[in-house]
């Protein structure tokens, strides 16, 4: 209709301008931000709070159906990091699920568990383990040793839950794990809880988890990765650091898919992040692939974690509510945590990279830009509807632009061709006076090869896929909006996670059927389970079911020697009478 009306009443164009001229006008504003602040940072040097002694962090990998190279490789990375040697650290990884994706000969958890941590201590399965995000109670293989010399502790779920169950799983027990002196409710049962402080007490030495860095089983760090993210978190209220991700070009330099992307993620680091990490220091989104998160209440409290990003959507709830839970988790819990703590800051360390596989056929890369494109529309029109008065302005400005411009995408391709034709039929200076504002983010762009490239390589790949971005752009954009809206209710993975069934034949997760058991959900056809939709009766009543088990006493847990012992009275951990969870897990 918009394109109709600006096509049959050309003469009302101003109408029209603000709905295609606002993205340009903003990046506009970004553009000089980033010069201005970056030259006055330059000369006059931020402060940065550095703590009496280095912090002890836990690394944290989640994986599902990488390979056994993807997960070495992912590993080796972790523990090759230097300039950290005088922190205190621990490798936790959480393993979603027993499955195998093409060409595998394991799963992931066999991987894991039989080749990769060959040095154990401790291997056992542990029943009813903790409270998932659904609601239900989840058994687990827990194995715990050393990998390269760092202490190692995996999480073998028994049943697929999703990546943010992982999260919400580590994320916790590290918040909790320092809040431990305290008689606090937790999703764990007291054994895994106390295997748990066990490993970081004696195997690891922590007695405190300062920092959570979170990666990828496909994404591999540079040396210096975590030490950049590390210094980056120093600067005062910083309670979040992304790390600058860029394409794993190790199989294949010139892989049409892979350049193009690899401009993507420059362009949008370079600008839009880096101008969130300079000037508003909101960034709202920590990668899962590279990302430093403080253990504090503001990203790892019950608050933030349960309440709001482990909120498991009811049939009943609209489909954008649905998105924001299963797609962009990563964004989702940035933004939610933005929202709640309006003075929490997050920032953006250009200089620690981390290397990740990406989407080489169109197939998967609609597929994935499907779930990115709506997780990320999600979750900036959360931010602009919901967030509190005392969010920062800009940023609710920009998620607005970015809700418009992807609900008016069409419009805004159609207004920018019309604006070439009437450019043809104008004075020169007319165009030339347009022109230098619409080229004033292309000329920024451009620079990026000069400050965000370090060698000529990788200026070369970035050059050509500029140019892919700039010719190409609008129109994949155009392509992934049109594949977005057509699935916009299949809540799978889609083409990204492929898994092998029985058969050893490509099986990709069935969305079909989730949204069949979905629509029966809703016409009341009965109590429906499984991992999309959970009872009815657990939405009721979160405070119940959420936390049932209550973590230790603080004599329970005072110093490694506390835990030395081993002991089953060594923390003791009463569940509310009034749980049903708390007394089924008990009872296992």
Same mark, same amino acid.
């Given at each position: 209709?918009?394109?109709?009306?600006?096509?049959?009443?050309?003469?009302?164009?101003?109408?029209?301008?603000?709905?295609?001229?606002?993205?340009?006008?903003?990046?506009?504003?970004?553009?000089?931000?980033?010069?201005?602040?970056?030259?006055?940072?330059?000369?006059?040097?931020?402060?940065?709070?550095?703590?009496?002694? #280095?912090?002890?962090?836990?690394?944290?990998?989640?994986?599902?159906?990488?390979?056994?190279?993807?997960?070495?490789?992912?590993?080796?990375?972790?523990?090759?990091?230097?300039?950290?040697?005088?922190?205190?650290?621990?490798?936790?990884?959480?393993?979603?699920?027993?499955?195998?994706?093409?060409?595998?000969?394991?799963?992931?958890?066999?991987?894991?568990?039989?080749?990769?941590?060959?040095? !154990?201590?401790?291997?056992?399965?542990?029943?009813?383990?903790?409270?998932?995000?659904?609601?239900?109670?989840?058994?687990?293989?827990?194995?715990?040793?050393?990998?390269?010399?760092?202490?190692?502790?995996?999480?073998? *779920?028994?049943?697929?839950?999703?990546?943010?169950?992982?999260?919400?799983?580590?994320?916790?027990?590290?918040?909790?794990?320092?809040?431990?002196?305290?008689?606090?409710?937790?999703?764990? *049962?007291?054994?895994?809880?106390?295997?748990? =402080?066990?490993?970081?007490?004696?195997?690891?030495?922590?007695?405190?988890?300062?920092?959570?860095?979170?990666?990828?089983?496909?994404?591999?760090?540079?040396?210096?990765?975590?030490?950049?993210?590390?210094?980056?978190?120093?600067? #005062?209220?910083?309670?979040?650091?992304?790390?600058?991700?860029?394409?794993?070009?190790?199989?294949?330099?010139?892989?049409?898919?892979?350049?193009?992307?690899?401009?993507?993620?420059?362009?949008?680091?370079?600008?839009?992040?880096?101008?969130?990490?300079?000037?508003?220091?909101?960034?709202?989104?920590?990668?899962?692939?590279?990302?430093?998160?403080?253990?504090?209440?503001?990203?790892?409290?019950?608050?933030?974690?349960?309440?709001?990003?482990?909120?498991?959507?009811?049939?009943?709830?609209?489909?954008?509510?649905?998105?924001?839970?299963?797609?962009?988790?990563?964004?989702?819990? =940035?933004?939610?945590?933005?929202?709640?703590?309006?003075?929490?800051?997050?920032? !953006?360390?250009?200089?620690?990279?981390?290397?990740?596989?990406?989407?080489?056929?169109?197939?998967?890369?609609?597929?994935?830009?499907?779930?990115?494109?709506?997780? =990320?529309?999600?979750?900036?029109?959360?931010?602009?509807?919901?967030?509190?008065?005392?969010?920062?302005?800009?940023?609710?400005?920009?998620?607005?632009?970015?809700?418009?411009?992807?609900?008016?995408?069409?419009?805004?391709?159609?207004?920018?061709?019309?604006?070439?034709?009437?450019?043809?039929?104008?004075?020169?200076?007319?165009?030339?006076?347009?022109?230098?504002?619409?080229?004033?983010?292309?000329?920024?762009?451009?620079?990026?090869?000069?400050?965000?490239?370090?060698?000529?390589?990788?200026?070369?790949?970035?050059?050509?896929?500029?140019?892919?971005?700039?010719?190409?752009?609008?129109?994949?954009?155009?392509?992934?909006?049109?594949?977005?809206?057509?699935?916009?209710?299949?809540?799978?993975? +889609?083409?990204?996670?492929?898994?092998?069934?029985?058969?050893?034949?490509?099986?990709?997760?069935?969305?079909?059927?989730? *949204?069949?058991?979905?629509?029966?959900?809703?016409?009341?056809? +009965?109590?429906?389970?499984?991992?999309?939709?959970?009872?009815?009766?657990?939405?009721?009543?979160?405070?119940?079911?959420?936390?049932?088990?209550?973590?230790?006493?603080?004599?329970?847990?005072?110093?490694?020697?506390?835990?030395?012992?081993?002991?089953?009275?060594?923390?003791?951990?009463?569940?509310?009478?009034?749980? #049903?969870?708390?007394?089924?897990?008990?009872?296992?």
């Amino acid at each position: 209709m918009l394109i109709f009306s600006s096509w049959y009443w050309p003469k009302f164009y101003f109408i029209y301008l603000p709905l295609i001229s606002l993205p340009l006008v903003l990046n506009c504003i970004m553009v000089f931000d980033v010069i201005v602040l970056s030259l006055k940072n330059s000369i006059f040097k931020q402060e940065k709070v550095r703590p009496e002694k #280095p912090e002890d962090m836990v690394l944290f990998m989640p994986c599902y159906n990488e390979t056994l190279e993807q997960c070495t490789k992912s590993l080796d990375s972790l523990v090759n990091q230097v300039h950290i040697g005088n922190h205190k650290r621990a490798i936790m990884v959480v393993c979603d699920g027993r499955v195998r994706g093409p060409g595998m000969e394991k799963t992931t958890a066999d991987y894991l568990t039989e080749d990769v941590f060959t040095d !154990q201590v401790e291997q056992r399965l542990i029943r009813s383990a903790y409270v998932a995000w659904d609601g239900n109670s989840m058994d687990i293989v827990i194995t715990r040793g050393i990998y390269r010399g760092v202490p190692i502790f995996c999480i073998v *779920k028994q049943q697929n839950q999703g990546k943010r169950d992982s999260l919400i799983v580590i994320r916790s027990f590290v918040h909790n794990f320092n809040l431990r002196h305290n008689q606090r409710k937790v999703i764990f *049962k007291p054994e895994l809880f106390k295997v748990m =402080a066990d490993f970081l007490v004696e195997d690891a030495g922590i007695d405190r988890v300062e920092l959570l860095i979170g990666m990828d089983a496909d994404t591999v760090f540079a040396d210096d990765c975590v030490s950049h993210l590390v210094e980056e978190s120093h600067y #005062p209220g910083t309670v979040g650091v992304s790390g600058y991700v860029a394409v794993d070009f190790s199989t294949s330099k010139w892989n049409i898919w892979s350049i193009y992307q690899s401009a993507e993620y420059t362009i949008a680091q370079g600008l839009r992040r880096l101008h969130q990490s300079l000037c508003t220091k909101k960034v709202s989104c920590l990668p899962g692939c590279c990302q430093l998160l403080r253990v504090c209440e503001e990203t790892c409290g019950d608050s933030i974690l349960i309440q709001e990003f482990g909120y498991y959507p009811k049939p009943t709830d609209d489909i954008i509510k649905r998105i924001r839970a299963t797609a962009s988790e990563d964004r989702n819990h =940035a933004c939610l945590m933005l929202m709640k703590y309006p003075m929490a800051r997050t920032r !953006q360390a250009l200089r620690a990279y981390a290397y990740t596989d990406v989407p080489r056929s169109l197939s998967v890369f609609l597929s994935q830009r499907r779930r990115w494109t709506l997780g =990320a529309t999600g979750n900036d029109l959360m931010l602009f509807l919901k967030s509190p008065i005392t969010f920062n302005l800009w940023e609710r400005i920009v998620a607005f632009s970015n809700v418009l411009t992807w609900i008016l995408n069409f419009f805004v391709i159609a207004s920018l061709a019309c604006m070439v034709y009437a450019f043809m039929h104008q004075p020169l200076w007319i165009t030339m006076a347009f022109a230098s504002v619409m080229v004033i983010p292309l000329v920024f762009y451009l620079s990026m090869a000069a400050w965000m490239c370090r060698n000529r390589l990788e200026r070369c790949q970035y050059l050509l896929g500029l140019c892919i971005f700039t010719i190409c752009g609008p129109f994949i954009n155009i392509c992934v909006t049109l594949y977005a809206c057509i699935f916009m209710d299949n809540f799978s993975w +889609g083409k990204t996670r492929k898994v092998i069934a029985e058969t050893d034949a490509a099986e990709e997760p069935n969305g079909q059927a989730e *949204k069949e058991r979905f629509e029966d959900a809703l016409n009341g056809s +009965g109590k429906v389970m499984g991992t999309m939709v959970p009872d009815e009766e657990n939405q009721l009543h979160p405070e119940v079911y959420r936390t049932p088990f209550v973590a230790a006493p603080e004599t329970a847990i005072e110093s490694n020697s506390g835990l030395n012992n081993r002991s089953t009275d060594a923390i003791q951990f009463p569940a509310p009478a009034h749980s #049903p969870l708390a007394e089924t897990s008990l009872g296992h």
